[in-house]
């Protein structure tokens, strides 16, 4: 007898009395299981902390060298890159001064597919505004910031969110949600307890971003006159029999770094790594667990993220469709995207692979980049991470899709010297610093993590 495997759709059925559909049509807020919830207090998340909502800032207010950051949805993240924020003039900060954000301020966004991401501000930040799709939590005192925080990362927090946020074309938050988000009493011992583990958290996070950064301050030192692009022109002017306007019009394709004009001072990178391409499964080659595959999320350009396991994994069967498994010390970028810009913006290295998963594929969207021996990949890493790696990957982009080949990655021109720093005692340091910084992030993350289920345990308790 052959058993049918029987799919269960995300659907159901009830007499329209019990549904308004002129307010509500989705499933998951009529799901029983989940509408069966307690209330732990009267306390609301209104009690603990305000709200400042964001601005709706232009794009035409930012300026290449402005003064003020300003705090995008795109932002918040687990690491925040201070540095790379959108920036705008000095004039706003005045202006614009009910929108600022201080420090111990929590960050969430109300708007859009990543609603409900929070971000916990450290304690020195420099001067931000906050943009719109987001608002501020500022809580009354400083022991409730972190037990809020922590509450906020719990799952609990995710399924009201799944139940009661707005449907519509961009679900959304508004006050009247977190007016009904009620959270549980907690003694001052309880709040101290996650106050310490989400400073551990902090600690760690420092630490791996000071390493990381020792790290590209010996790279830079040792190859700054390759990286050096302060005085790059992004226009050209060059003959039309230079320029093949139907193939690419864009300068900085036409544009060379000094060490590619003498063939002496470069060598490609396919010279010194294979270069190879994901593949997607099929819809139904997906499953609950077995071997992993990595999606372009995956890759944050700071750390790998191997949590995210929505449609994380596939078949075993299918396996031998594969022609290679991501390895120790595999260099991972995105390949294909909306926007060009977006590819190369993220690289990641795979310093360490979880037990838990057999063997870790990559999709069609993600290319691996191998070193052989002549190259340490972490020095290669720090390469192609910099500005001028980053621009190299861009003109190799191609498509109106904007795709990235792996043909044309081994194309890239990377300076010579990259081989003798790759031999050099620094080239170890590099690589110990990058591993160390990077275990830290991990170790940051499970603390995040501890004083999650520590509130959630608390929850657990007072119901």
């Given at each position: 007898m052959v058993k049918e495997n029987v799919k269960t759709n995300n659907c159901f059925i009830l007499w329209n009395y019990q549904i308004d559909f002129t307010k509500r049509g989705d499933t998951s807020f009529y799901d029983p299981e989940k509408q069966n919830t307690s209330k732990y207090s009267n306390n609301n998340v209104f009690d603990f902390a305000d709200y400042i909502k964001g601005f709706a800032f232009k794009s035409t207010d930012y300026l290449p060298n402005g003064e003020i950051g300003i705090f995008r949805v795109s932002d918040i993240d687990d690491v925040i890159d201070f540095n790379g924020l959108a920036m705008v003039d000095n004039g706003f900060w005045?202006?614009?001064?009910?929108?600022?954000?201080?420090?111990?301020?929590?960050?969430?966004?109300?708007?859009?597919?990543?609603?409900?991401?929070?971000?916990?501000?450290p304690r020195v930040i420099p001067k931000i505004l906050m943009n719109q799709n987001a608002m501020i939590l500022r809580t009354k005192n400083e022991l409730n910031v972190y037990f809020l925080y922590a509450f906020l990362k719990t799952n609990l927090f995710k399924e009201k969110i799944e139940i009661m946020a707005h449907a519509g074309t961009r679900p959304f938050l508004d006050l009247n949600f977190f007016r009904n988000i009620t959270l549980p009493e907690l003694k001052?011992?309880?709040?101290?307890?996650?106050?310490?583990?989400?400073?551990?958290?902090?600690?760690?996070?420092?630490?791996?971003?000071?390493?990381?950064?020792?790290?590209?301050?010996?790279?830079?030192?040792?190859?700054?006159?390759?990286?050096?692009?302060?005085?790059?022109?992004?226009?050209?002017?060059k003959w039309n029999n230079e320029i093949n306007i139907l193939d690419r019009i864009d300068p900085f394709f036409y544009f060379e770094n000094e060490y590619e004009k003498n063939p002496n001072e470069f060598i490609l990178l396919g010279d010194v790594a294979d270069v190879l391409i994901g593949k997607t499964p099929a819809f139904d080659d997906y499953v609950e667990?077995?071997?992993?595959?990595?999606?372009?999320?995956?890759?944050?350009?700071?750390?790998?993220?191997?949590?995210?396991?929505?449609?994380?994994?596939?078949?075993?069967?299918?396996?031998?469709?594969?022609?290679?498994?991501?390895?120790?010390?595999?260099?991972?970028?995105?390949?294909?995207?909306?926007?060009?810009?977006?590819?190369?913006?993220?690289?990641?290295?795979?310093?360490?692979?979880?037990?838990?998963?057999?063997?870790?594929?990559?999709?069609?969207?993600?290319?691996?980049?191998?070193?052989?021996?002549?190259?340490?990949?972490?020095?290669?890493?720090?390469?192609?991470?910099?500005?001028?790696?980053?621009?190299?990957?861009?003109?190799?982009?191609?498509?109106?899709?904007?795709?990235?080949?792996?043909?044309?990655?081994?194309?890239?021109?990377?300076?010579?010297?990259?081989?003798?720093?790759?031999?050099?005692?620094?080239?170890?340091?590099?690589?110990?610093?990058?591993?160390?910084?990077?275990?830290?992030?991990?170790?940051?993350?499970?603390?995040?993590?501890?004083?999650?289920?520590?509130?959630?345990?608390?929850?657990?308790?007072?119901?």
């Open positions: 005045d202006k614009y001064s009910n929108f600022r954000i201080k420090p111990l301020d929590i960050v969430i966004t109300v708007t859009g597919n990543t609603v409900g991401k929070c971000f916990l501000m001052s011992s309880e709040k101290e307890k996650v106050k310490e583990i989400i400073e551990i958290y902090w600690s760690l996070l420092e630490k791996s971003k000071d390493n990381y950064q020792k790290t590209v301050d010996i790279f830079n030192k040792e190859l700054n006159k390759y990286l050096d692009i302060s005085k790059k022109e992004k226009s050209f002017v667990s077995g071997n992993r595959i990595m999606k372009f999320r995956a890759i944050r350009g700071n750390g790998i993220d191997w949590e995210n396991e929505e449609r994380g994994f596939v078949k075993e069967e299918i396996s031998n469709k594969y022609k290679n498994s991501l390895e120790q010390d595999n260099i991972v970028l995105g390949c294909a995207a909306h926007q060009a810009s977006y590819i190369g913006s993220k690289i990641d290295i795979v310093d360490y692979i979880p037990d838990e998963f057999k063997k870790v594929f990559t999709v069609a969207e993600i290319i691996t980049i191998k070193a052989k021996t002549d190259i340490n990949p972490y020095v290669l890493l720090l390469f192609m991470r910099s500005q001028v790696g980053y621009e190299l990957i861009q003109r190799q982009v191609k498509g109106q899709t904007s795709h990235l080949y792996p043909k044309d990655v081994k194309k890239i021109k990377i300076p010579k010297d990259l081989l003798k720093l790759s031999k050099s005692d620094k080239s170890k340091e590099i690589e110990k610093l990058i591993k160390l910084s990077l275990k830290e992030k991990r170790e940051s993350k499970e603390k995040l993590e501890e004083a999650k289920q520590f509130v959630e345990g608390l929850i657990e308790k007072s119901k």
